[in-house]
Structures are given as structure tokens and as C-alpha cells.
């Protein structure tokens, strides 16, 4: 569908509008210790240097065998990178270090009750672990190179251990965030077709012990429902030999691994040397339709580009302390907790709760009592944290060089905040842009060598050459402040590899629209379309706009309307269900659900709750509705479809735009009637929006 006339005015016309931001310059100190400080690098990435330029990153990692060739693009757009090689994901990580100091921490996992003693785990000890586990997945549970094995874990320790004893065996990982459902997570081991799941009895968030294990019976239950049996489920104890769920353990089925592990005590496993294009893992990703995409990532490829962005981007040395606050259930966390930090031997921190639990001090109080010195967090979080507690950075002695934001789009006010009061001026800042798919950072500052401004990621990272589409293919002036669609012209080798088991879907998601020839073998023919709008300024700094699809970005978490949807209207008496986005101080995004009955429902707060209990039950708490409105009649266009931007426009008090071509304009005014006087009478009337947020409520749920 092309951009009318209007929307192109529009569109420019915002990016007219927003303020020029300054630039901060890195702090003087930084720039002398940084990982990368001389120009040159720009170079030597330069496109003229692709894609031999990313034999730097691979060179960071020890190979079996050396790879023959850097990129095959035989069979567009299944890129393979460093092709011949062998290598092993946990040896990167974890034995290669144990030369030079196996007394290290690798972890310092930190309990989110304060009186519990952060635990560390060294090199040596990583090593011990894994190795056990990866001997108890090939002998108890029986699990093989290539099989998949689904996680549902919380953020313990022996998550990245879990992760590495699979990267051992060469086993395919799919971690499940552990906020998720069940049902959830049933879904996802029945796509992924994993006999085993891992899970752990309960973990605290916060202030609370919360019973976990009785997730895995509903995953369980609905994998089943789905075809896929799971023969063990392997239940790590939050307190070894105590039971914090109330689930019972279902015999020859449910095994507590701190019972089985003895068999394993000192048991070593040799790491299979896997070529380079094998998979290390599965992470799904909401998208536009209700099933969530497997992104599947490679081995090679993906180890080297998350330790080389680690290296540069995030500046890591391997005496650094390095604290990322997001879950490893996100891929976030899979890069940069994981995997980028570990290759690079340093030492990673990971807690376990609530970064404001039991007060706005907590998270400072660790960066100060643990020493971190590198910082990264989602504006989501930073938000909180200035909302709980504007002054509490002050109070503690903590001093970072660096520190990092991603996962959404962050407001230039808040930006400052993070920049003067966490950072106390003294730390450089990158804002992140990247995906699930992506495996890591596409668009950034790279710290010591590119200047700060808030509210932009920066320039497409080294080796990554981005480009603005409109809607027709036409490439948007670069510089021009004008928005579009952000694509990748080129492959780069932290790309995934394909959605599992679809990858017709991932063809069409990603590449089909700005292909420009389906039978060439040439990646300049195969762009890459991120499904995010982007503006780029005169400085070449990127302004990313978000999703082009319908996902609601709650605190950093996708959420697609169409899963939402599919929830809700499993309600008793739902007949028909659209999600919308709402500006949340805090979170970024809520999510508002409207909702029509069947016949014979009448509307009532039991059928509210209803909406909200399966959202909980099918998806998790995070995507719970902020209000549920029940409506005799969905505004709709001629077609049938359901005009998601009209109801968007009066949940947000903004314009709901054209209404010429409903079907039924008439019931636009009594939905604004009754969802906004009750707004008004419990005070959510929210304040004037920003031209950024009208731009997308204006817009939402248009894409096809
Ligand atoms: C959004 C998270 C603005 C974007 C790593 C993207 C951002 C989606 C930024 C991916 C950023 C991520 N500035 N928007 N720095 N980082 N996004 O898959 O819309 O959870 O497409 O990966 O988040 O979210 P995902």
C-alpha cells in the first residue's frame, strides 16, 4: 500500500518538528582505556572492506578449524558465514579462560533478598558446572547434537549454565522467559519440538517465593494438546533439598537435578567441535500473527559478532565488572549477559528480581558494593528508577565508565537523567537498536570515537550499512529527517539464520518487500527490512521510530496484538477482541483491550476479568490489560477489518483520524463517550502526547 500524500507531509513535518539535541563528547578518561580509540577502525569496516572486515571478530574467538570462506551467499537470503569452520560456544566461553585465571568470577549472581549473600562463580567452577550438566543432559535425559532442549527459567546461575552445557553438546537451546505462562511455554516447546524441559521450583521477585514449577505442568499439558510430548522435565531447587512449589512432582516424569547431578560429580564432557552455520539456539519473538517466530541463530557467526560488539560497543576488558539488568529470557540477554561477556572472559553480574525491590536504592547499592563499572539497562527501567527514587544515584559510591540503554525508543529528559544523576557525567552512553533477529547491536554511538545525542541510537554500527526506504522501494535522502522504513543493505554474521521451521515466513517477513531481485545471488539485492520506521538526521544519527507492525512494546516486551487478541477472545462471552497501545509514563506502552460479547453476554466486571486472567494465563502478567473495555460494536472498515488506530486515538485522547471509511462511523462517538468520561472519572487522562507518540497511536495497526 502506498503513502497517501498526506502521511508523507505528515511524517516530515514530525521530524521537522523535533528539537536538534546536543552532543555529548565521552569523558576524556574513557576515551584512554577504551577497546577501541583509534579511527582507523572506521576503515577498516568500511564497506569497501565487507565482508572480509568481520574476520576482526571472528579472530576474537579460538576456532577448531579455520574457515575457508567468509560469507556464502549461494542461497539468498540464507547468508552462512565463516563457512568450514569449527568451533564450540561453550570452550569459547568458558575453558579458554581457564588458563589465565580460573579463580575469576565468570558469574556474580545476586539473590534479590538483601540478607542472602551474592554468590560468585569462577572460571573454574563455571567449568565444573556445565560440565555436569552437560553429562547429565547426554546420559540421563538422552538428548543428542541437534536436539532442542526448552528452558523456562528465572534469572539464577543455572541459566547461563543450562545454556552452556547445551552449547557443549551442541544441543540447540530455546529459553522461554520465565514471566511467561505455561501456556506459553507449551507452545513454544511443541514449535520447537523439545523432549526436555529445564525449569526451577520458584525464585523470588518482588519480595515474594513464587511457585514456578506449576508452570511446567501447564507447558506440559498444552505441548501435548499440541502434539508434542515432553518426556522429563529437570527441576532445579531455588534451595537445594527444600521444595518452594506446591506442584507435585509427577513420577518418572519430573526429576530434581540436584538429586540426579551426584551421578555426574567431576564428570567431564568433551565440547563437540560444531561447524560454523550449526545452531546454538531458538529465541521467539512476537511478530504480526499470533504464532511467535523461532528466530534461530547460528553458532559462529552469531558468537563472533556478540563478542566483537561486546568488545567495542559495550568496551569490555576482562577486568571489568559488567552489569546488564535485563533477563536472559530476552536476547538481550543471551548476547550481552551471556554470551558476548563470557567470550570475552570477564566477569557478569545477574540478579535475580526487581531493580527497585525492597526500595529505589537497590540496584545502586549493588553497583557499588559489587564494583560495577559497566552498566546497561532498558529505558523502561530507567524510568522507574527515576520516577522511585530521582535522587537516590547520589547516595552511593559507585562510578561507572560506560553504560547502556536498548530495547526501545529512550525521551531525550530521560536520557539526561540516566546521563547527569546515574551516570554521574562520567560515563559514556550507548543507546542500542537492535532485534531479536538481529543477534546484536545494528545501530549505535561507538563510545570513545562518536559523540552522544540523546533520543538517537547513533550511525549503523561498524560493518552494518543501513539505508531509509518508503513505502515503494525508494531509497529516502539520507539525512533528509524524513521517516521510513530502516533496512540493512547487507548481511552481517550475528544475523539469524531463519525462523525455525518456517522459512518461507522468514523470506517474507524480512526480506520480500524491498527485494529487488528474487533470482540474484547478490546480497545488494536482498535488504534487509527491519519492520521498524526510522528517521535519519543530517549528522547520519538514526531516530528510530518503532514497529511498523503491530507489537506493543510493553517495558521492552513485544507483545503482538494478533496473540493478544487470540487470548482474549478465549474469554467466556468474548466474541471479538482488538489490542491497542497506550502511553504509559512508566512503561513506555500498556496494552487496552477492547472487546465485544456474544449474544446472550451482558457486560459485566466478571467478563473484564475474565479478559484479563487468560491474557495472564496465555501470555503472562506482563501483557494484563490496563483497562478492558466491552463495546456493542467494533468500528470496522467496509471489509470487516477492525480499525485498530480509531479505538487507539480515544484510549489516548488523540485524534482518531479519518472515520469516512468505516462501515459504521456512528458507534465511534459512543465508544469515545464511554471509555473516555470513565477515564476521566478515575483521573487517566493522560498528558498532551509527544509528536512521536500521536504519530504512532495515529498510525497503529495500519500496516498489512
Ligand atoms: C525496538 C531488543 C529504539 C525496535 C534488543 C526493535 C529500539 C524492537 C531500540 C526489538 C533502541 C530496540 N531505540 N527502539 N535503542 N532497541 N528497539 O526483539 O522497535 O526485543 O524493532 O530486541 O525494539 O525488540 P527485541
Not at 91 to 103: I, K, Q, T
Request: net charge negative; proline share 6%; charged share 25%.
Amino acid at each position: 500500500m502506498a503513502l497517501d500524500e498526506a502521511s508523507e507531509v505528515s511524517e516530515a513535518q514530525i521530524a521537522v518538528h523535533w528539537r536538534e539535541e546536543e552532543l555529548y563528547y565521552p569523558p576524556a578518561k574513557f576515551i584512554g582505556q577504551a577497546n577501541a580509540s583509534d579511527p582507523a577502525i572506521f576503515q577498516r569496516f568500511s564497506e569497501e572492506h565487507f565482508p572480509e572486515c568481520f574476520k576482526e571478530y571472528a579472530d576474537l574467538l579460538t576456532w577448531d578449524r579455520y574457515w575457508h570462506t567468509t560469507l556464502d551467499t549461494s542461497n539468498p537470503p540464507f547468508w552462512k558465514w565463516f563457512v568450514g569452520g569449527r568451533l564450540n560456544a561453550s570452550y569459547n566461553c568458558v575453558d579458554r579462560h581457564l588458563a589465565r585465571d580460573p579463580n575469576k568470577a565468570a558469574l556474580l549472581w545476586v539473590p534479590e533478598p538483601e540478607q542472602e549473600p551474592t554468590v560468585a562463580v569462577t572460571y573454574q567452577e563455571l567449568y565444573r558446572r556445565v560440565n555436569e550438566l552437560a553429562a547429565l543432559l547426554q546420559g540421563f535425559a538422552g538428548v543428542k547434537t541437534g536436539d532442542r532442549v526448552t528452558f523456562h527459567l528465572p534469572m539464577v546461575p543455572e541459566l547461563p549454565v543450562a545454556m552452556l552445557a547445551c552449547a557443549r553438546l551442541g544441543v540447540i537451546h530455546s529459553q522461554v522467559f520465565g514471566g511467561f505462562s505455561g501456556a506459553a511455554c507449551g507452545g513454544r516447546i511443541a514449535d520447537s519440538q523439545s523432549t526436555i524441559l529445564v525449569t526451577m521450583d520458584g525464585y523470588y521477585r518482588n519480595g515474594e517465593l513464587v511457585d514456578h514449577k506449576v508452570k511446567a505442568d501447564e507447558a506440559v499439558a498444552r505441548a501435548a494438546e499440541e502434539g508434542m510430548t515432553v518426556d522429563k522435565v529437570l527441576v532445579f531447587r531455588r534451595h537445594p533439598g527444600e521444595y518452594a512449589s506446591k506442584s507435585p512432582m509427577v513420577a518418572g516424569r519430573d526429576f530434581f537435578v540436584d538429586e540426579v547431578i551426584g551421578d555426574y560429580r567431576d564428570a567431564l564432557v568433551e565440547p563437540v567441535s560444531m561447524p560454523a552455520e550449526a545452531p546454538l539456539f531458538i529465541m521467539y519473538s512476537s511478530g504480526t500473527t499470533g504464532r511467535p517466530k523461532g528466530c534461530q541463530h547460528s553458532t559462529g557467526g552469531y558468537l563472533a559478532y556478540v563478542t566483537g560488539t561486546s568488545k567495542y560497543y559495550q568496551d569490555i576488558h576482562p577486568e571489568d565488572t559488567y552489569w546488564c539488568a535485563a533477563d536472559i529470557g530476552w536476547i538481550t540477554g543471551h548476547s550481552y549477559i551471556v554470551y558476548g561477556p563470557l567470550s570475552l572472559g570477564t566477569t557478569t553480574v545477574l540478579y535475580e528480581g526487581v531493580p527497585t525491590y525492597p526500595d529505589a536504592g537497590r540496584a545502586w547499592r549493588i553497583a557499588e558494593r559489587l564494583g560495577v563499572n559497566i552498566f546497561h539497562t532498558a529505558p523502561t527501567t530507567i524510568r522507574m528508577l527515576r520516577k522511585l527514587g530521582p535522587d537516590e544515584p547520589k547516595k552511593y559510591n559507585y562510578h561507572f565508565k560506560h553504560m547502556t540503554t536498548v530495547g526501545e525508543p529512550i525521551e531525550p529528559e530521560v536520557w539526561r537523567w540516566y546521563y547527569e544523576v546515574v551516570g554521574k557525567g562520567e560515563a559514556a552512553i550507548v543507546d542500542t537498536w537492535w532485534q531479536t533477529e538481529n543477534g546484536g547491536f545494528l545501530g549505535s554511538t561507538l563510545p570513545a570515537l562518536q559523540p552522544m545525542k540523546p533520543g538517537s541510537c547513533g550511525p549503523g554500527v561498524l560493518g552494518i550499512y543501513p539505508v531509509i526506504y518508503d513505502e515503494d522501494g525508494n531509497e529516502v535522502a539520507a539525512g533528509s529527517g524524513k521517516a521510513g522504513n530502516i533496512c540493512i543493505r547487507n548481511p552481517w554474521p550475528g544475523i539469524f539464520q531463519t525462523i525455525w521451521g518456517d522459512p518461507e515466513r522468514f523470506i517474507d517477513t524480512y526480506y520480500r518487500k524491498y527485494c529487488k531481485d528474487p533470482d540474484s545471488k547478490d546480497w545488494h539485492d536482498w535488504p534487509y527490512f527491519a519492520n521498524d520506521g526510522a528517521m535519519q538526521a543530517a549528522d547520519g544519527y538514526f531516530r528510530i521510530l518503532g514497529r511498523v507492525d503491530d507489537v506493543i512494546n510493553v517495558a521492552g516486551h513485544r507483545l503482538g496484538t494478533k496473540e493478544l487478541e487470540s487470548a482474549a477472545v478465549l474469554a467466556e462471552g468474548v466474541a471479538e477482541a482488538a489490542a491497542v497501545p497506550v502511553v504509559d509514563e512508566l512503561r513506555g506502552r500498556a496494552v487496552e483491550m477492547y472487546v465485544s460479547l456474544r449474544p446472550g453476554f451482558v457486560a459485566s466486571d466478571e467478563i473484564k476479568r475474565g479478559v484479563s486472567d487468560v491474557i495472564a494465563s496465555e501470555i503472562g502478567k506482563v501483557a494484563i490489560p490496563k483497562n478492558v473495555w466491552i463495546v456493542a460494536d467494533m468500528p470496522k472498515t467496509r471489509s470487516g477489518k477492525i480499525m485498530r488506530r480509531v479505538i487507539a486515538g480515544i484510549s489516548n485522547f488523540t485524534d482518531v483520524g479519518d472515520t469516512s471509511t468505516l462501515a459504521n462511523p456512528e458507534v465511534v462517538d459512543d465508544i469515545r463517550e464511554h471509555v473516555q468520561s470513565e477515564k476521566r472519572a478515575r483521573g487517566e487522562v493522560p498528558k498532551a502526547l509527544s509528536a512521536k507518540d500521536k504519530e504512532e497511536i495515529g498510525q497503529f495497526g495500519q500496516a498489512e
